[in-house]
């Protein structure tokens, strides 16, 4: 069964350091996603993205972070200057096009980011 | 604004025991909701859609709009059954497909 991978599985960085997680999402899918997870907290959404644009976004996702397809199979998130209340477990995810209803979003295993 | 609640963090039963997981939600529209599941060191499977009315796992939910519940349950719990439990609603009717989640249960099932 196709699975979203991405990577890396953790990553560690200094605060202030820019940091691009990279996510391959399933071929045909459409639309894709990002989410996060704080320690202990819930998963949070932060931007969806489809037909090269974002689609929706949520008030995490401010002006530090960015999204970009930059080629037929990849899908990143970028954070410019990660502060340390950007560690979290950040999930890809990607749906296919809806028929009738919402798709079902398929998660990627997260990508582990820790700020130091 | 939309909200998912799942008041139970940790839920605890023995194998063969009956489950439900609650889950309650509050939208003004008309919603879309599912369950996912996490098990050990996995990512976050969908396990079931209220639009498709199945049953997977023996796990079966139904939307109940006059309670704006969407509980979770199985007759006989398994062992393997133990995971993370999330309950997850979009919003369809405006066209958002972000998901909002609710915080998790736990459910253990003890042998």
Redesign the interface.
């Known amino acids: 069964e196709p699975e979203v991978t991405q990577t890396p599985s953790h990553q560690v960085t200094q605060m202030g350091q820019e940091v691009i997680l990279r996510c391959v999402p399933i071929s045909n899918h459409l639309y894709f996603y990002w989410y996060r997870q704080i320690l202990g907290q819930k998963v949070e959404f932060l931007v969806s993205f489809y037909n090269n644009e974002i689609s929706e976004k949520s008030e995490i996702f401010d002006d530090q972070f960015s999204v970009e397809r930059p080629d037929g199979s990849n899908f990143t998130l970028k954070i410019r200057s990660t502060k340390l209340e950007d560690s979290a477990m950040y999930f890809c995810a990607s749906s296919e096009a809806p028929r009738g209803g919402g798709q079902p979003q398929h998660f990627g295993d997260g990508t582990r980011l820790s700020i130091l | 604004a939309q909200r998912v609640t799942q008041p139970e963090k940790l839920l605890s039963v023995f194998k063969g025991a009956p489950v439900e997981l609650k889950c309650n939600y509050s939208y003004s529209g008309s919603p879309?909701l599912?369950w996912?599941v996490q098990y050990s060191r996995?990512?976050?499977?969908?396990l079931l859609?209220h639009?498709s009315r199945e049953s997977i796992k023996g796990f079966t939910a139904d939307l109940n709009k006059g309670e704006t519940s969407f509980h979770l349950k199985k007759p006989f719990a398994q062992e393997e059954d133990s995971a993370m439990y999330?309950c997850?609603l979009?919003g369809?009717d405006t066209g958002?497909?972000?998901?909002?989640?609710?915080?998790?249960t736990r459910l253990q099932v003890q042998p």
């Open positions: 879309e599912f996912y996995q990512r976050l499977q969908l859609r639009i999330y997850a979009s369809m958002r497909r972000a998901l909002t989640f609710g915080s998790g």
